[in-house]
């Protein structure tokens, strides 16, 4: 392809910017940053104080901050003038129809506890309704689940007033913590010392109190949760996952626009995708020691552990094919994969799991294997759509048709043995734990259809019924099915065994990208009609 | 041979599993829409969807036949057919031949049978002979013939349905005996609750039908009071608040009226306890310091604050909202130095805690034949007339009830009818029983419910009950326990001590039972699969016992299959799947 200057310049210099932007060296002014790595205990483990904040403020506000102040800052504010969080307009209530039901301006979207203390009564008077409905397993209407949201919102405010959820102070024995606001030795008035410093913005003597306390804290504990406290802290720090996306569009960018053989820029090209590779894995790595459980427990987790089997079997394929184009192209679906990842509203968090999920062997495969089979149909979504695009904008040679084919042809191949494979095995898991191998269970049903779709595919090319671009176009539909077995039975369909995978939202991105598949197939069709 | 060609070949096979995954796509949405229940009765357990799946055995074996006698390429393709195969025949075996079943034990009993699914009619003799016979859902008529000691008898199971709904009709009759019953249609459009509901002053299935609750609204049907009772309710709706203090032997109680509270401290039981700054906010904020503050007299977050103070100077602090009596045992984790339940009963609009003070509407008739309603709301009281066929507003939100039928002589009349698709619906089994060509009895049997008929001078009693299958073992739950994530009441795992004996080979096993760890014994798997917490009678687990004959054919058809795949994908010398003399 003929390279266009303006898109050149374009990407070096977002390549410089991205480089620029691997280390993350804003100055503000002081953000409660070093209470960042005060051990906490939350939603059934020890986390850092930096991750419990960002969790309650997003449950409370929608995002990790509110009015442009980091959670960590609204947190210790909230802690030292309690009375005043109660007027604080930050639970977000976005639902028109449960404004309206509430009789709030519409114009709003933010309110504080206080105004809502009216209208308490009313929202637990729907909860109720919508708990008795969920009890005869019906489907709570839209306004009820709103605002059972806004019921844990209300509570969660309720409880950051009262210092419940503070549980900073380990146990002498048992396993719960303990806030300081629920005790009345030395500890609770140390705690308070320490947040008044903060807000009487005394930053030196604080950061040091607090290294003092974590110190202490870790000493009680026998250091057991120093390096999940610790590692919390650096994947805050170094937000791999960002770092990553952006080397890789920009890695993309480079091997995509600079074809030059052994060029410099080509080189940094490489390199970007070295180092994109790394802040992936390390994300990745970080993740399993801070939470010690395989990558693939919630949509989050196993869209990053997807893309990184995506990504490494396009870079093996390029390094076995000679063939960097893979390895681009890989790069392009795996910044898509990790912008969508953040975008989409499924829950980042680092949360426990339900008993039926942990610590099985078989499990851990199965759903491993799954999702491996998803990222390896991803890359054969992506070179369908290069192929495709190549054959639109240039005459193809007969040899690059073949190579082509070829290699799409062998990642479906891997693709289908590794969910077949993976299917069989969540029925091993099934049957070890429930003693049933299958059961049509939705989710494995459409692990069923997504394997049967791609079996009609290998059965017609094997019999070399089809061609190459039927072949790229397959692989595009294909990966439609993994999408509605992944992401659509959990969030569309919204039944069966496995709605533990479950979060909300995200439709209006998954529709973006229906949208995007049904012009580029529709171009396609129609430059082939016209041929 | 035409035929074998055309069922063993290419197309064939892709238009089936096209229509496979065409159907498959059907049955989730459905799913979705109906429930799990609905595509397992109207889908995959059905006739034609197995025979569907057997068509695919068959293309698959004709294909595989079709390229006899093989090659070494053929190897890959053979493997991965016949792999299938085996798997369809595992899962054949085991639909067949399985059994699963669950048992629930409470911490020390002991059990050796296991309750199925399925379900038989159990026929009892009065001399306590008792006879099952088998119940398979569906229409079809199944004649038995047996010998009781009154004689031969004819027994016909009709029909037995797994998914009745018992339904009573309600229909005025004038003959009957005087009994007021309401039907009105609740509905509002911003909660989307379209509710049909009767009101029957007299229900003897049902004494509970002359009221209905739903969430903090109630509804009655009644005579209409008199109005010095209206009086008196109004009365105790003014009710001025009170705070209750006690401990869990009563030896400390106390009430104090907050519209009046006294100067000074006051004294609480014998032992020099003492409730000191005692303060009552009809409208508490939360102020300055985290401190309560009155925002106004319109009782509408009724609270109170005070201190408890015991001779030695110890003191704890108590709040209580009125609207969240669960707030206080929010705090349960600070130290507590006085173990007392705190109540505060408060005049509240709309508050869950007291429900005098919810949404009611009333549907009254009165002496002279005429029927009148009664709304209260935290809004207002508001009353009429009212007639069948005209809708009224009730004043709460924008709740509005059609009055569908304003019955005085109401019977109730009891039948069985299918649950709606998406239902559930308990099992049950219409029976006739004849004796001398002459009919005795016809009814619907239900579950749980026996029902007893005269035969000669005997008398037989009919119930259903599920299947119970003996396993050649017993078990005995010792002891169940929980795991929490700490600091949650999220469990992270359950699991059971139980111990197993098998008295043919005199065997005895103590084993830990938990998720995704069963115990294997005698072809049988013991699954945790459930728990009971808060019952009366103390903890149970609930196991799934399970014997599945075909999962070795379903191990084994899977390995094939992936070995075969493995061959046909990247070992080309045994990876062709064309026939002689076309390749």
């Known amino acids: 392809m003929r390279s266009i200057p303006p898109l050149r310049t374009a990407s070096v210099l977002f390549a410089l910017v991205t480089s620029l932007c691997l280390s993350s060296c804003d100055a503000k002014p002081h953000d409660g940053r070093s209470a960042n790595s005060i051990p906490i205990q939350h939603s059934g483990r020890v986390k850092s104080f930096e991750s419990f904040s960002k969790q309650t403020v997003e449950l409370i506000s929608g995002k990790e901050s509110w009015q442009h102040k980091p959670a960590v800052d609204l947190v210790l504010q909230a802690l030292d003038k309690k009375n005043k969080v109660a007027d604080w307009p930050w639970v977000r209530i976005s639902y028109k129809e449960l404004l309206a039901e509430l009789g709030l301006s519409e114009e709003r979207q933010f309110f504080s506890y206080n105004e809502l203390a009216n209208s308490f009564d009313k929202i637990e008077a729907i909860v109720q309704r919508s708990q008795a409905k969920r009890n005869q397993d019906l489907r709570p209407t839209k306004l009820e689940q709103e605002s059972e949201n806004l019921f844990s919102k209300i509570l969660e405010v309720k409880r950051l007033m009262s210092g419940e959820t503070l549980l900073v102070i380990p146990p002498s024995n048992g396993e719960t913590w303990i806030s300081p606001y629920f005790t009345n030795d030395l500890l609770n008035v140390h705690f308070n010392k320490i947040v008044a410093l903060y807000g009487e913005k005394k930053y030196d003597e604080f950061d040091q109190k607090i290294k003092v306390w974590t110190d202490n804290v870790h000493e009680m504990t026998h250091q057991k949760f120093l390096m999940p406290v610790t590692l919390e802290t650096v994947y805050f720090d170094w937000r791999p996952f960002q770092q990553a996306w952006m080397a890789y569009l920009a890695a993309f960018l480079i091997l995509t626009f600079f074809k030059k053989k052994g060029s410099k820029i080509r080189l940094l090209g490489m390199l970007l995708l070295g180092a994109a590779v790394f802040f992936h894995t390390f994300g990745l790595v970080l993740r399993v020691l801070i939470l010690a459980r395989p990558p693939v427990s919630n949509m989050y987790e196993s869209m990053i552990y997807m893309n990184w089997i995506l990504i490494v079997a396009a870079v093996i394929f390029s390094l076995v094919k000679k063939n960097a184009s893979v390895a681009a192209i890989g790069a392009l679906i795996s910044a898509i994969i990790m912008i969508y990842g953040n975008l989409l509203p499924i829950d980042t968090n680092l949360e426990v799991l339900v008993p039926v999920l942990r610590s099985n062997y078989w499990l851990t495969i199965h759903v491993m294997t799954i999702v491996s089979s998803y990222g390896i149909f991803g890359l054969a979504m992506g070179l369908g759509h290069r192929y495709l695009f190549l054959e639109m904008t240039k005459k193809l040679t007969s040899d690059e048709e073949k190579r082509s084919e070829q290699i799409i042809y062998r990642t479906i191949q891997i693709g289908v043995l590794l969910l077949g494979i993976g299917t069989v095995l969540g029925g091993v898991w099934a049957n070890e734990s429930w003693g049933r191998f299958w059961g049509w269970d939705p989710k494995e049903t459409w692990a069923l259809i997504t394997f049967l779709g791609y079996l009609i595919l290998v059965h017609l090319k094997h019999a070399k019924l089809i061609q190459a671009s039927t072949l790229a176009i397959s692989a595009i539909l294909g990966f439609l099915l993994v999408l509605m077995t992944w992401y659509g039975v959990n969030f569309i369909l919204g039944r069966g065994l496995h709605s533990y995978g479950q979060g909300a939202g995200g439709m209006i991105w998954v529709t973006y990208y229906l949208i995007f598949e049904a012009l580029f197939l529709g171009v396609v069709f129609f430059k082939k009609i016209r041929a | ?583």
């Open chain 2, 1 to 583: 041979m035409v035929i074998i060609q055309i069922l063993g070949s290419l197309y064939f096979a892709v238009s089936l599993i096209a229509g496979l995954a065409l159907m498959l796509t059907v049955s989730t949405l459905l799913e979705s829409f109906y429930g799990t229940p609905f595509v397992q009765r109207y889908f995959y357990q059905t006739g034609w969807f197995n025979a569907f799946l057997g068509l695919l055995a068959v293309n698959i074996l004709f294909s595989a036949l079709s390229r006899f006698p093989y090659k070494k390429r053929h190897t890959g393709f053979v493997m991965t057919h016949a792999g299938i195969l085996l798997l369809l025949i595992g899962s054949l075996m085991t639909s067949l031949m399985g059994i699963d079943g669950q048992m629930m034990l409470f911490e020390g009993e002991k059990k050796d049978s296991i309750v199925q699914t399925t379900y038989e009619l159990i026929v009892r003799e009065t001399q306590g002979k008792i006879i099952p016979f088998p119940l398979r859902t569906g229409n079809r008529e199944i004649k038995h013939h047996l010998n009781t000691s009154a004689g031969s008898i004819d027994l016909t199971i009709r029909r037995v349905w797994d998914n009745a709904v018992v339904k009573t009709d309600i229909i005025n009759s004038p003959s009957g005996a005087m009994n007021h019953a309401a039907q009105l249609a609740l509905s509002s459009q911003r909660t989307g609750v379209n509710e049909n509901m009767w009101l029957v002053e007299n229900n003897p299935l049902d004494p509970n039908s002359n009221h209905f609750t739903m969430g903090p609204a109630m509804f009655q049907i009644g005579e209409k009071p008199k109005v010095n009772q209206e009086a008196q309710n109004s009365e105790k709706k003014s009710e001025s608040p009170k705070l209750h203090l006690h401990n869990q032997d009563s030896s400390l109680d106390l009430s104090v009226n907050l519209q009046d509270i006294p100067q000074g401290d006051i004294a609480l039981g014998q032992g020099g306890l003492k409730v000191s700054n005692l303060k009552y906010y009809p409208e508490a904020r939360v102020g300055e310091n985290n401190k309560l503050v009155n925002a106004s007299d319109q009782a509408n977050n009724p609270a109170v604050e005070f201190d408890i103070t015991d001779p030695n100077g110890e003191t704890q602090h108590f709040i209580k909202f009125a609207l969240y009596p669960d707030f206080e045992s929010m705090h349960a984790a600070s130290k507590k130095i006085f173990d007392l339940t705190v109540e505060l009963t408060a005049p509240a609009a709309g508050s869950s805690s007291n429900p005098n003070s919810g949404p009611s509407l009333s549907i009254y008739y009165t002496a002279d034949g005429s029927w009148v309603y009664v709304s209260k709301s935290s809004a207002g009281v508001s009353e009429g007339p009212v007639k069948t066929g005209q809708t009224y507003q009730t004043g709460w939100m924008d709740f509005s009830f059609r009055v569908e039928n304003l019955f005085d002589h109401a019977t109730v009349i009891k039948h069985v009818d299918k649950a709606p698709i998406s239902g559930k619906g308990q099992i049950a089994a219409e029976v006739s029983i004849a004796q001398n060509n002459q009919t005795i009895f016809n009814n619907w049997v239900l579950e749980n419910e026996t029902q007893a008929l005269e035969a000669g001078s005997n008398q037989m009693l009919l119930s259903l009950q599920a299947r119970n299958h003996k396993v050649p073992f017993s078990l005995q739950l010792k002891e169940f326990r929980k795991v929490d994530y700490p600091g949650t009441h999220q469990p992270s795992s359950f699991e059971s001590d139980v111990t197993l004996v098998d008295p043919e080979e005199n065997l005895t096993l103590n084993r830990t039972i938990s998720m995704n760890k069963p115990l294997d014994y005698k072809g049988y798997r013991i699954f945790q699969s459930s728990y009971v917490e808060d019952d009366p009678s103390g903890k149970a687990s609930i196991f799934t016992v399970a014997k599945n004959p075909g999962i070795i054919f379903i191990y084994g058809g899977a390995i094939v299959i992936f070995l075969g795949s493995f061959l046909v994908f990247f070992v080309p010398p045994f990876s062709s799947m064309l026939r002689e003399g076309k390749s």
